[in-house]
């Protein structure tokens, strides 16, 4: 990389050539006194975007705050306050509680030669019952 870098200004015209391409751009961005550079006019450009933006801003808001905004008198004496009686809900018609399905479960209770005793452990496979004790 360092090759590349000293190879440009190992030659004289080569030197010169890169320093007169770097002051036509810098002259070209920045501007001179005669002309504005490009950053110039693009300050220019959007200043007056922003200005242009603010007028018709303001255009479309000033008619209809004046049209809409009624006098602060009028607004105090049209406002009447609802009594609390008749903001509250009296809770009818539709029951939001769901319903929920009964569980499967048997009601008949177990039979006690149906249970293990204490110290077995029952294994059913296929339908068939195998008791062992532990």
Not at 2 to 30: C, D, P, Q, W
Not at 64 to 84: V, Y
């Amino acid at each position: 990389m360092r090759r590349m870098y000293t190879f440009l200004f190992r030659n004289k015209l080569g030197a010169l050539g890169f320093v007169v391409l770097m002051m036509i751009s810098a002259a070209t961005l920045v501007g001179t006194e005669e002309h504005g550079g490009v950053i110039a006019k693009t300050t220019q450009e959007i200043a007056k975007q922003r200005s242009d933006f603010a007028e018709k801003v303001d255009a479309m808001s000033s008619p209809k705050k004046a049209a809409k905004a009624p006098a602060a008198d009028a607004l105090a004496e049209e406002i009447e306050f609802t009594p609390d009686e008749e903001l509250v809900d009296d809770a009818q018609g539709f029951d939001p509680t769901p319903e929920l399905p009964q569980p499967d479960v048997n009601p008949e209770p177990i039979a006690a030669g149906n249970l293990a005793e204490e110290g077995e452990v029952v294994i059913i496979l296929n339908g068939e019952e195998y008791v062992e004790p532990l």
